[in-house]
């Protein structure tokens, strides 16, 4: 059965400090989706990132970026220069091929409070 | 495009009532997806449809029933609302399942449900 963790409920930082979001994941797959989506206040879910498994290269994407590890089953996201903006839950989720990519199984979030 | 619209935003029910919630996709979408929202628990899949006319069951299915009667129009019922119903209900759509190159789901903006 696949499954998701976000060890970290609740991250409070100061605005301009890095912050990085832990993901760990378990499946018996070999091919596999990862995901991130982001949730503010507001309440909607904003689509981030999708990596595949057999891509392990590292995104960039602004202050963004994401770490995939296969060998350690992470896929670790960082905000680097941290702005009060990113204030949100971010979830991180997973998709197995076995499954057609129906079941996307999310971990419980993180709780990011970037303070002023 | 409005994408993914849900309606009602909100909604109090007392225990035992019935309600039903319409999730409609102008995105021509196959794929369409009933999640729930509890605080630390992330996103857990209700049911899900890959298609007009067919639906199936995903992690947490008993208590609530589904229809894709229309492509478009994804419903969730609740028969006898009960007090652990009590949550924020996201749609989501997709082109195809998330095994498909890129693809990724496009979420609703939720809805929250209170069962007294």
């Known amino acids: 059965a696949q499954k998701v963790t976000q060890a970290q409920t609740e991250i409070s930082v100061v605005e301009k400090e890095d912050v990085t979001l832990d993901c760990v994941y378990e499946?018996?797959?070999?091919?596999?989706?990862l995901f991130w989506y982001k949730q503010p206040p507001s309440g909607e879910l904003v689509f981030l990132i999708r990596?595949?498994?057999?891509?392990?290269q590292n995104e960039i994407s602004g202050r963004y970026s994401w770490n995939f590890q296969k060998s350690t089953s992470s896929f670790n996201f960082t905000i680097t220069a941290s702005q009060v903006v990113d204030s949100a839950v971010y979830f991180c989720?997973?998709?197995?091929?076995?499954?057609?990519?129906?079941?996307?199984?999310f971990g419980g979030g993180t709780r990011l409070m970037v303070k002023p | 495009n409005a994408g993914v619209t849900q309606t009602p935003k909100f909604r109090v029910l007392k225990t035992g009532q019935s309600m039903t919630l319409l999730c409609a996709q102008d995105?021509?979408?196959?794929?369409m997806y009933w999640y729930r929202q509890d605080p630390g628990m992330g996103l857990r899949l209700i049911h899900y449809?890959?298609?007009?006319?067919?639906?199936a069951k995903g992690e947490v299915p008993d208590g609530y029933n589904v229809s894709r009667l229309k492509k478009q129009n994804f419903l969730l019922g609740l028969e006898s609302a009960a007090p652990s119903q009590t949550s924020v209900y996201f749609c989501?759509?997709?082109?195809?399942?998330?095994?498909?190159?890129?693809?990724?789901?496009?979420f609703g903006s939720g809805t929250q449900l209170s069962v007294l």
């Open positions: 989501a759509s997709s082109l195809s399942g998330t095994g498909s190159t890129n693809e990724k789901l496009f």
């Open positions: 499946t018996r797959d070999t091919t596999y989706y």
């Open positions: 990596r595949n498994s057999f891509d392990e």
């Open positions: 989720a997973l998709s197995e091929a076995s499954n057609a990519g129906n079941m996307l199984t």
């Open positions: 995105m021509n979408h196959e794929y």
């Open positions: 449809s890959v298609g007009e006319g067919t639906t």
